[in-house]
């Protein structure tokens, strides 16, 4: 009896995927809603004003870890379709019943990359902290840094780089293929090689969370529509330059006025 329950929800795979991938992305947005910002020692104290702040070993693996489920809560949604196609491909290739753990060897190979930006951002987030360069609300502090980050931001998105690596995150088929080999590590490895695609896709839009706040939740919803916009909606390529214009012509005007809240 076990075992003829056991392959009824195997053969159900699709829907477990589905189940397991929207249940990792409610769980990623849940944490970033819910849980206090990190306590950096200075006593629940929000400074307004920029100043070297001491970063104990706690505070740092704490911050590591909120860039890490920010990063998952910020791409997962993006790289679902991806995430299924792997599975339909495990589906095919007679692995019916295994395609749920194809496919979650495939996204943790994904957030294996995106963690180690992670671990970037959060010493760069260190380094700045340490030059009083960043306000106690986690982000920048000077105006026209602010919008320099914003014109980079802008520029980036009509660099070949970026156009060669959305290409891939729009069209993921020739990655997977290219990557793939049997077994959950093969998996991985396609996840990984996908996953550094997208960080160099949209690792530079992550950067304007230095400019609007690290846990400024409005940024990340914001970051988190542009790049589902650039990698699943129509004609995606022009979108990334169209907003890339507006970033320049943004930041540009934060740097001339020096207007920015």
């Not at 793939?180 to 550094?196: D, H, I, S």
């Amino acid at each position: 009896m076990t075992n003829r329950v056991l392959e009824a929800v195997l053969r159900r795979d699709r829907a477990l995927t589905v189940a397991a991938l929207g249940a990792a992305i409610a769980l990623a947005w849940a944490y970033l809603l819910l849980v206090p910002m990190p306590d950096d020692g200075m006593g629940g104290m929000v400074m307004m004003e920029p100043m070297a702040m001491p970063w104990s070993a706690d505070y740092a693996a704490l911050m590591a870890v909120m860039w890490a489920i920010m990063m998952a809560a910020m791409m997962l949604p993006s790289t679902a379709p991806t995430i299924l196609l792997v599975a339909t491909i495990a589906r095919r290739q007679q692995e019916r019943g295994l395609a749920p753990l194809r496919a979650g060897a495939f996204a943790l190979g994904y957030l294996a990359v995106w963690t180690v930006f992670s671990l970037g951002a959060a010493a760069a987030q260190w380094a700045l902290d340490q030059a009083a360069m960043m306000t106690g609300e986690m982000r920048l502090a000077s105006t026209v840094l602010v919008g320099a980050v914003i014109v980079a931001a802008g520029l980036y998105e009509w660099t070949p780089l970026k156009r060669t690596c959305l290409s891939h995150c729009r069209s993921p088929l020739s990655v997977i293929t290219q990557y793939w080999r049997p077994g959950a590590l093969g998996a991985f490895r396609t996840g990984a090689a996908n996953g550094l695609y997208c960080v160099g896709c949209c690792a530079v839009l992550m950067a304007l969370l230095f400019a609007g706040g690290v846990m400024n939740l409005a940024w990340v919803a914001g970051i988190t529509a542009l790049v589902l916009v650039e990698k699943i909606a129509p004609r995606g390529e022009w979108l990334a330059r169209t907003i890339g214009a507006a970033l320049v012509l943004w930041g540009g005007f934060v740097i001339v006025h020096g207007m920015w809240t």
